[in-house]
């Protein structure tokens, strides 16, 4: 473990590009079709709070409607091949540990199915994506300037850090 955290366990970007094509892309985005009406929904919450139980039931329903494609960093962690390895090694860090290729696999996915539409090419999705990352970084950042205590204050940055990492991850990826 490094200073400060789990040291980071990434993938080269031809083996990320590699599990991106073979595994995920084909297992994720099956059977899926172009909506006249796509929905989105985002499925937020603490830990424990049901957020995959949810996810799991939309999912189902909106399947029926023609193709759903579930995106989720945690749904991809079993695919990375050492996750296993990190898993049993220590349990509390092995997520921290592959997170960085998850990110990358989270935002290829959620741009190719964008791009898919037609409407709009990667690039554009890309750039999109990346804004809105960034303004709900900023918006969280924000809340906390507002919080009533330090505790509290920190908590809040905390909570911005993941839609920030994103909008990196979004920007330095190279889908073409």
């Not at 599990?19 to 985005?29: E, F, N």
């Not at 539409?117 to 918006?139: P, W």
């Not at 330090?150 to 990492?165: D, F, H, I, R, T």
Request: aromatic share 4%.
């Amino acid at each position: 473990m490094g200073v400060g955290g789990p040291v980071k366990d990434t993938l080269s970007d031809a083996e990320r590009r590699d599990v991106l094509v073979r595994q995920i892309l084909p297992h994720w985005t099956k059977g899926t079709a172009g909506q006249e009406r796509p929905v989105v929904v985002l499925v937020a919450g603490q830990p424990g709070a049901g957020k995959s139980t949810l996810a799991d039931l939309v999912h189902v329903v909106l399947d029926a409607r023609g193709g759903a494609v579930r995106i989720g960093s945690d749904l991809y962690k079993d695919v990375h091949r050492r996750y296993r390895t990190l898993l049993e090694r220590d349990v509390r860090t092995a997520g921290a540990e592959v997170r960085p290729d998850e990110r990358w696999w989270q935002a290829a996915v959620l741009v190719r199915e964008l791009a898919a539409c037609g409407e709009f090419t990667v690039a554009e999705v890309l750039d999109a994506a990346v804004d809105a990352a960034i303004g709900a970084g900023l918006l969280a950042l924000n809340d906390a300037g507002t919080a009533s205590d330090l505790s509290m204050m920190a908590e809040q940055c905390l909570g911005a850090v993941p839609y920030l990492v994103l909008a990196v991850a979004l920007a330095s990826a190279d889908l073409d």
